[in-house]
């Protein structure tokens, strides 16, 4: 297997060193700081088969992409763009990029490459539009995990919810502790949180029907989405410091014991791990969600090749080092997602601990939903207005109120089929 690597990462260095010799490359993500590890080993990797090219990493701090999204739009109208940009797979990428006719149809790369077999098939319907596919995947994230430090969990004498009833009924002891049942912080990861109990209340067909229109967001079973929502953010530090923790500030908190649980995507265990120098299983717990076991809701990150950038050639390297085995092996491990090649962990296994096994073993098995935080599931015009639905319920605690507004926004981004 050694000896097959080696010569996979020299047939990359010999191709890099054909198509990419000089000039530069810029990278455009939110993965700054704690979250870089991951992408500076692939820069790394790609600077050792393309040292005549000068990388330039380009970060724009904030969770989700909250301020890098605002930041890439700008260059990307005014007619600067990036060579390459990180995009989630799904509505973000085509319903924003692709349909405006900015991006070039990466169909050329997939066949040079052999990727029509390395990806699974419904991720690539996801890149494409029109018979184009747009982008090359590095990863799968799961958005809806449960974080907790087994040790305190065993202190406080509580199990671990597997219902949102049951992290319900223990919020008492869990305060009467002094500790915060349920941390969330900055405003997306109060919507991430929702994500996940929304999956929880309606199961993967009703989330699924949001976007197809079977469900009504105006009806029932949205108004006890919220409702359910509400009870449980009750138990949360929302009204107390939320607004200034990012995510990583909100797992230190499980971490280090001030709270007990967060709902975030598994880049949190890239930051236990590869940041915070944690196990898991040992310093760090995880659990689906409450009431999603049996389902993964996943998302992609990807990156693509704008039209007209100024470095093409190098920017082509780049993209066929993503789609690589060693390239995916490199990210993985470090990032806390599973590979989006469907040989890789296999390639490895030793690379990947054992939270990242679980993770694959769920997602082969699991039942697999999109994210909406993380772009796979709606547009951006859908989920940039739902912060504004989330405000009107964090201001009012109507759920009846909330989930007009979201029916709202629904028929204004066309997000919700019907
Ligand atoms: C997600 C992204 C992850 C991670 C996370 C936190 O949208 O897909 O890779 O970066 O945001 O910033």
Not at 29 to 41: F, K, M, R, V
Not at 223 to 240: H, P, T, Y
Not at 270 to 281: D, F, K, R, S
Request: net charge negative; charged share 15%.
């Amino acid at each position: 297997m050694k000896k097959l690597l080696a010569l996979v990462l020299v047939l990359v260095m010999a191709l890099g060193a054909v198509r990419a010799q000089s000039g530069q490359l810029e990278i455009f993500s939110w993965w700054a700081g704690d979250e870089g590890p991951a992408l500076e080993a692939l820069i790394a990797l790609y600077k050792a088969a393309n040292p005549g090219v000068e990388v330039i990493n380009a970060t724009v701090t904030g969770g989700s992409g909250v301020n890098a999204r605002a930041v890439l739009k700008t260059r990307m109208l005014g007619g600067t763009p990036p060579d390459s940009f990180q995009v989630h797979a799904g509505e973000e990428l085509t319903g924003t990029w692709v349909v405006a006719g900015r991006m070039e149809d990466l169909t050329f790369l997939y066949e040079r490459e052999g990727w029509f077999d390395a990806f699974p098939k419904d991720l690539i319907d996801l890149l494409t539009y029109d018979g184009g596919i747009y982008s090359v995947p590095v990863n799968i994230h799961r958005s809806n995990v449960m974080w907790y430090n087994p040790a305190k969990v065993a202190e406080w004498g509580i199990e671990v919810p597997a219902t949102w009833d049951d992290f319900l009924a223990i919020c008492p002891t869990i305060q009467a502790a002094g500790v915060t049942p349920l941390v969330v912080g900055e405003a997306w990861t109060v919507n991430h949180l929702f994500e996940s109990v929304a999956l929880g209340v309606l199961g993967a067909e009703g989330w699924n029907g949001i976007w197809t229109g079977a469900v009504d967001p105006a009806g029932a079973e949205m108004v006890a989405v919220f409702e359910k929502f509400g009870e449980i953010l009750a138990c949360s530090n929302i009204k107390e410091d939320a607004a200034g923790l990012s995510w990583q500030q909100a797992i230190d908190k499980v971490v280090n014991g001030t709270a007990a649980f967060n709902i975030m995507g598994d880049w949190a265990a890239g930051y236990m791990v590869t940041t915070l120098g944690l196990t898991p299983g040992e310093g760090f717990g995880y659990a689906p969600a409450p009431d999603t076991s049996g389902v993964f809701m996943w998302l992609s990150d990807s990156f693509g090749l704008p039209t007209g950038v100024a470095n093409r050639d190098n920017t082509v390297a780049w993209l066929a080092l993503l789609g690589s085995l060693e390239g995916q092996n490199a990210f993985n491990p470090l990032k806390g997602s599973i590979p989006a090649r469907v040989d890789a962990v296999d390639a490895a296994p030793d690379l990947y601990n054992d939270y990242l096994k679980s993770a694959a073993a769920d997602w082969a098995s699991n039942t697999l939903v999109g994210s909406l935080v993380h772009g796979t599931a709606a547009n951006e015009r859908f989920m940039g207005d739902f912060n504004q639905v989330m405000e009107i319920f964090l201001a009012s605690g109507n759920a009846n109120a909330a989930a007009t507004a979201m029916s709202v926004i629904c028929v204004q981004s066309g997000a919700c089929g019907g």
